[in-house]
């Protein structure tokens, strides 16, 4: 089985009065790996890389990495920008880390055609030494990556996987039927359609809280057992639904920090959940 399959968290940053909590950080990473996930993605979109300078990322990354080691839990990493030389450089400086993987995706703002996306996707994959996994995000992004650019894509043998955020359930399938790429659903209600249909896994911002019932469900679905994982995602869409009602990761940092893991911080202009979701994660996650 590919390494992109099963729950893989993209792991927030947590601050504290304003800096990096390293120590905070470190232990997500053993609780998440306690829990049984596959995998980390570091510097995700709910790690609030956009917030963090280049000194900032690294660090954050060289801790994630430090902690997951040992624990022979693997990491990605996410990489974003508009400017190709920017992105290619950060690219090549990843070849020298023991990652995973890196997560990329369309440059932002100035919506490049089909064929750039393809060129530009392609590039990065000849200069990486390490599996991409496309990230299709176009509500964040302001451009979609086409069924066909990215079964072109799929034939690149370094381009592996897919973080599926498009919305679009013929793609999905589409992508599943094709073979070539390991779908991971983005949008966390997706999870149980997506998993049912034949995808790899998630990244999954909402299996920071009860990560080991979102393992359970991938689990039980892999091996066929369709209620069990049916009653599992069950119980997980009311928390699911909580922890996406607001900006990402607002409620996910509240509940976190409802569970004493990280003070609920976020950096500007990201602000932290309502006090009304606030109270309501607070009765979910105790429950």
């Excluded at 390490?130 to 299709?136: E, G």
């Excluded at 966390?188 to 995808?199: A, E, Q, R, S």
Aim: hydrophobic fraction near 45%; glycine fraction near 8%.
């Amino acid at each position: 089985m590919s390494i992109f399959s099963g729950i893989w968290i993209p792991i927030v940053t947590p601050f504290a009065d304003g800096a990096v909590d390293h120590d905070a950080l470190r232990r997500l990473v053993r609780l998440y790996a306690d829990a049984g996930v596959s995998g980390l993605v570091a510097l995700g979109t709910t790690g609030e890389p956009a917030a963090l300078d280049a000194r900032e990322q690294d660090a954050v990354l060289a801790t994630v990495l430090a902690a997951a080691g040992p624990l022979s839990l693997p990491v990605l990493v996410g990489v974003s920008g508009n400017r190709e030389v920017s992105v290619r450089a950060r690219i090549a400086q990843l070849n020298d880390l023991p990652v995973a993987g890196v997560l990329v995706s369309a440059p932002y703002y100035i919506r490049p055609a089909q064929r750039g996306l393809v060129d530009y996707f392609a590039g990065l994959a000849d200069l990486s030494t390490k599996p991409l996994v496309l990230y299709d995000i176009p509500y964040r992004t302001g451009v979609r990556l086409e069924i066909e650019t990215l079964l072109t894509l799929a034939a690149h043998p370094r381009i592996e996987a897919v973080k599926d955020c498009a919305g679009s359930a013929d793609t999905t399938l589409t992508l599943i039927l094709d073979g070539r790429l390991q779908v991971l659903a983005g949008d966390d209600l997706d999870i149980f359609h997506t998993l049912c249909i034949g995808g790899s896994g998630a990244i999954a911002a909402s299996a920071h809280l009860r990560p080991e019932r979102f393992v359970e469900m991938y689990r039980a679905l892999a091996a066929g057992r369709l209620d069990e994982g049916r009653a599992i995602f069950h119980t997980l869409a009311p928390l699911i639904r909580a922890l996406t009602a607001e900006p990402n990761p607002g409620p996910v940092k509240a509940a976190l920090a409802a569970q004493g893991w990280l003070r609920n911080e976020l950096r500007a202009p990201m602000t932290c959940a309502t006090d009304e979701l606030q109270s309501r994660l607070e009765k979910l996650v105790a429950g």
